[in-house]
């Protein structure tokens, strides 16, 4: 199957300090791109819809100016957490879509500890 | 609106014998329906996939699923555990915007 590759997988920050998340698609051109967030023992939730080269699109409750999205290629959408705060520690998970086909192929995750 | 719904967060079962994990949807729409794993600290893998043709859906590493639209159903089965199938395991259902919405999980634990 296709590839997506989510980088870093692990990171600890300070509060106050902003984290970047990539995620890349390496095998196929990836038109839309979702982030979710998953809290510990739980479900994946959705934050927002990432179309190249336009806006994201933001799920109710989730804070477009303290989760920037950005999807600059086909191959490249990234997340950034601004102004990090220990409530914003999570499991991130980015997944990506083809042209073709109604499969969600995902990024290995990205658990941020904001400290 | 589209929503899933996981009975039982935990499921536990010996060694060699049959899993059942239970799966009902909501949807307006005829839906895209999905199963994925995911071991800890990692991403999901997706097991199988519903997409209207048949309704018995064969997956990864001996699961399937049967879709059953007269009950709402997309239940995932395996005629024997291995301990290898120790995970969390998530049912989702999409439209065609292909935007998943997953269910609250079930985590399996495999007793030898």
């Known amino acids: 199957g296709a590839v997506v590759s989510q980088h870093p997988s692990r990171v600890i920050c300070k509060s106050g300090t902003s984290v970047k998340i990539e995620c890349r698609s390496l095998d196929f051109q990836a038109t839309t791109m979702f982030w979710y967030r998953q809290f510990p023992k739980k479900s994946l939730m959705l934050m927002a819809t990432s179309n190249e080269g336009s806006k994201a699109t933001y799920e109710q409750g989730v804070e477009k100016d303290k989760f920037l999205i950005n999807h600059a290629s086909l191959t490249l959408s990234t997340l950034t957490v601004t102004s990090a705060h220990p409530e914003d520690s999570s499991f991130y998970i980015c997944s990506a879509h083809g042209q073709r086909g109604t499969e969600a192929f995902f990024g290995q995750g990205t658990r941020l500890t904001v400290v | 609106a589209q929503s899933v719904t996981q009975l039982g967060s935990h499921v536990s079962v010996s060694e060699g014998a049959l899993v059942l994990l239970r799966c009902n949807y909501s949807s307006s729409v005829p839906p895209y329906l999905f199963w994925y794993v995911q071991y800890p600290n990692q991403g999901l893998q997706l097991l199988l996939k519903?997409?209207?043709?048949?309704?018995l859906v064969k997956g990864i590493n001996g699961f399937e699923a049967e879709f059953k639209k007269s009950e709402t159903s997309f239940h995932l089965t395996k005629p024997s555990a291995h301990m290898s199938d120790a995970a969390e395991y998530f049912c989702?259902?999409?439209?065609?915007?292909?935007?998943?919405?997953f269910g609250s999980g079930t985590r399996l634990l495999v007793r030898p």
């Open positions: 519903y997409t209207s043709a048949a309704t």
């Open positions: 989702a259902v999409s439209d065609s915007s292909y935007k998943l919405i």
